[in-house]
C-alpha cells in the first residue's frame, strides 16, 4: 500500500491517538536507518514497543522500546504505511535528511 504523508500539524495528535491503541498490547518493532554515510542498518530488531511520540516544542520524535528510546530530532518528513487497517511502518527523515524506518511486525490499529 502506498504511504500517507502527515501533516506537521497533526504529527502529535496522530501519535497520540496511536499509543492509546498500544496500551496493553505486546507489538514488535524493528528500526532501521539509512545513512550511507554514516551508518546503514538496524539498530533494533524484535524489541517490545512501548509508546510513540511526537514533541511540538522540542521537535523530536520519540520510539520507545525495551532498553532503547529511538530520537528523530527535527524531522522533516513522516509516513506511514497501512496495511489490513493498521500502520505497518513508519518512515521519518530527520533534520539532517537521514530516513529512519520503524517497521512492525503486526499492523498497529
Known amino acids: 500500500m502506498p504511504e500517507k504523508c502527515i501533516v506537521p500539524q497533526d504529527w502529535k495528535d496522530y501519535f497520540d491517538e496511536l499509543y ?14 539509512e545513512a550511507p554515510s554514516v551508518f546503514e542498518g538496524e539498530e533494533a530488531k524484535g524489541l517490545s514497543l512501548i509508546g510513540l511520540s511526537y514533541d511540538p516544542k522540542d521537535k523530536v520524535f ?27 511502518q ?5 533534520g539532517t535528511g537521514v530516513e529512519h524506518f520503524i517497521k512492525f511486525a503486526i499492523p498497529l490499529k
Open 20 to 33: 492509546k491503541k498500544l496500551k496493553g498490547k505486546e507489538d514488535k518493532v524493528e528500526i532501521e536507518i
Open 62 to 88: 520519540s520510539v520507545m522500546c525495551e532498553n532503547l528510546e529511538h530520537m528523530i530530532h527535527k524531522p522533516q518528513e513522516i509516513c506511514v504505511e497501512e496495511e489490513d487497517g493498521g500502520v505497518k
Open 90 to 94: 513508519i518512515r521519518a527523515v530527520d
